[in-house]
């Protein structure tokens, strides 16, 4: 069985300042690790993913995230945090094995002018 | 645009009653997905179909029948609409069953039971 946890409902950060929203996965096999943001009455959009090769992979608006094989992570970066990034975030994992992606519950991004 | 689109976007049922949720999306995908999207919960599969002509259950099926009528079109029907089922509902779409290019979703359709 494929998990995602997302450790934290909500995140608040200073605009300007770094932001990182965390998620840790369990699978059976190699993962295949997504991040997709949500904006308000809006379906989720896609930001960026993990497949295979450098464990820093870079997505849409600046987003970033570091795979982390020892530690089952996948965790959300940003340099440098905008107002209009406040949204809800989820990371989500599918395997070699399985056709179904698993989600996690989301982390609330508020960042403060 | 090229994309999901799911409607309606807002419903309103009475206990008891019956609907469908249409999706068809125009990317020439070959798996789509139905979710459901609750408070607190994140995002539940109701049901799969990897391909045109299959469909399989998902995390949380009960109350809900699909139909993968061409490789465009997928939806989901609520036979006995139940105030449980007041959700947000998306559909998504892949290019291959584990969606090694990302998932693109519709934009959602808010169902309340009442």
């Known amino acids: 069985a494929q998990s995602v946890a997302q450790p934290e409902d909500q995140v608040n950060v200073a605009e300007g300042n770094p932001l990182t929203v965390k998620c840790t996965y369990s699978v059976s096999g190699n993962p295949y690790l997504f991040w997709y943001v949500q904006y308000p009455n809006r379906g989720l959009q896609f930001l960026l993913k993990?497949?295979?090769?450098?464990?820093l992979v870079k997505g849409s608006y600046g987003f970033e995230a570091e795979f982390n094989k020892s530690q089952t992570s996948f965790h959300l970066k940003k340099p440098s945090a905008l107002v209009s990034d406040s949204a809800l975030y989820f990371c989500a994992v599918t395997s070699g094995g399985s056709y179904i992606p698993t989600f996690g519950r989301g982390t609330s991004l508020i960042v403060h002018p | 645009n090229a994309g999901v689109t799911q409607t309606p976007k807002f419903q309103v049922l009475k206990t008891g009653q019956s609907m469908t949720l249409q999706c068809a999306q125009d990317?020439?995908?070959?798996?789509m997905y139905w979710y459901r999207q609750d408070p607190g919960m994140g995002l539940r599969l109701i049901y799969y179909?990897?391909?045109?002509?299959?469909?399989d259950k998902g995390e949380v099926p009960n109350g809900y029948n699909v139909s993968r009528l061409n490789k465009r079109e997928f939806s989901l029907r609520l036979e006995s609409a139940a105030p449980s089922q007041t959700s947000v509902y998306f559909c998504a779409s892949s290019d291959t069953g584990q969606g090694l290019y990302g998932y693109t979703f519709g934009s959602g359709t808010r169902l309340t039971v009442v």
């Open positions: 993990y497949i295979t090769g450098d464990n």
């Open positions: 179909s990897a391909s045109e002509g299959t469909t």
């Open positions: 990317m020439n995908h070959n798996s």
